[in-house]
Nanobody
């Protein structure tokens, strides 16, 4: 599975960006993580196919929205009211365990988001 992120950039505090993650094939769940310099990679949001079950981290809830277009194998992360603390590289991820209990874990190369005050 190949994952390609787009939509990063530089914005002023309070601005908005929409990230997109395009998967090369159908996957059940897609996650957005972010990693700031010197910090761990943290889960920001995730969404499942069909049911659309969502998770959004508490520190971005109310500002970030995750959605998906299954016809395009694409997941979006709409980020509003951005803050300097949101500055990070944002990564798209999918992972699952198959019927042989083998773990599959795929990552995109990331897209940089920079928010200036």
């Amino acid at each position: 599975v190949r994952l390609v992120e787009t939509g990063g950039g530089s914005v002023q505090e309070g601005g908005s960006l929409r990230l997109a993650c395009v998967a090369s094939e159908v996957v059940y769940e897609i996650n957005w993580y972010r990693q700031a310099p010197g910090k761990e990679r943290d889960l920001v949001a995730s969404i499942t196919r069909s049911s659309g079950s969502e998770f959004v981290a508490s520190d971005v809830k109310g500002r970030f929205t995750i959605s998906r277009d299954d016809a395009k194998n694409t997941v979006y992360l709409q980020m509003n009211n951005l803050k300097p603390a949101d500055t990070a590289t944002y990564y798209c991820n999918t992972n699952w365990e198959d019927s042989w209990e083998i773990e599959h874990d795929y990552w995109g190369k990331g897209t940089q988001v920079t928010v200036s005050s």
